[in-house]
């Protein structure tokens, strides 16, 4: 009698692999970014300081402002620097050991930050006729106070959203056909929500930790809750951005 070779159901380590890295890498990424746009606007704004500098005006509160706005953003993307750098020593974000000390000095020049935008915006007011005598300064500081603005609007916007996302958005997850002979992840032929064994035909689903259940077990399952019954890991393709709990080496 012909014996027959197992077949092997392959979870596709591609998506495991893009949902772990999507996390450590859009957080690099965004470190980056933000201290090149710090970069920027000390560039930008010390050229202008630097090339109005001669020229004599009676208000010389739009050049203050710059002034002290150039030392807090650098200073503010030192400590951005030390707070974020060991995201890039680091492969699991719950590796993370924050210093509280960094922390608390970048919480103390946010809230300079918030202070010095609310001063920047008043002088703004205050100059009306900034816009003819000293347009530069004026638009300069304009950009940047709009910019200091949104830039602290937009996380509550995105916290928003993403708690919408997780609501409603629903994961998709891989669906099989179960046959006798084939081989499932660890092992397992019966379903451990409900404690039947696979029969031939039923569709299974496989979770992205390799777990899997009946089709229907694990639908009902996650319409309450959008976690494994099994490890407890959730199962929702967002809470890799929360959590970036599993690491996957190339």
């Not at 109005?52 to 150039?70: A, N, P």
């Not at 006798?180 to 039947?196: A, F, Q, R, V």
Request: hydrophobic share 45%.
């Amino acid at each position: 009698m012909e014996q027959q070779t197992p077949e092997v159901i392959e979870v596709p380590a591609q998506r495991q692999r893009s949902r772990d890295l999507t996390a450590l890498d859009c957080v690099r990424f965004l470190i980056i970014l933000e201290l090149l746009i710090k970069v920027v606007i000390v560039i930008t704004t010390g050229t202008i300081l630097f090339l109005e500098w001669d020229k004599t005006t009676s208000d010389q509160s739009l050049r203050i402002f710059l002034c002290v706005y150039v030392v807090l953003t650098i200073t503010k993307g030192f400590v951005f620097y030390f707070k974020n750098k060991q995201f890039f020593m680091i492969s699991r974000i719950p590796e993370l050991d924050e210093d509280n000390d960094i922390a608390l000095l970048n919480n103390i020049l946010e809230a300079t930050m918030l202070f010095w935008h609310i001063v920047g915006f008043h002088c703004l007011q205050d100059c009306t006729n900034c816009k003819i005598t000293q347009p530069w300064l004026y638009y300069t500081t304009l950009l940047w106070v709009s910019f200091g603005f949104i830039s602290f609007i937009l996380p509550l916007l995105a916290i928003a959203m993403l708690l919408l996302l997780l609501s409603f958005l629903k994961p998709k997850l891989e669906s099989v056909e179960y046959h006798e002979g084939c081989e499932l992840p660890n092992d397992t032929k019966m379903c451990t929500i409900c404690y039947e064994e696979y029969i031939e035909g039923i569709k299974i689903k496989i979770l992205p930790c390799d777990h899997h259940f009946h089709a229907d077990c694990i639908d009902e399952w996650i319409s309450i809750r959008e976690n494994c019954p099994l490890c407890k890991k959730n199962i929702n393709i967002l809470f890799d951005i929360v959590e970036g709990d599993e690491t996957i080496s190339i």
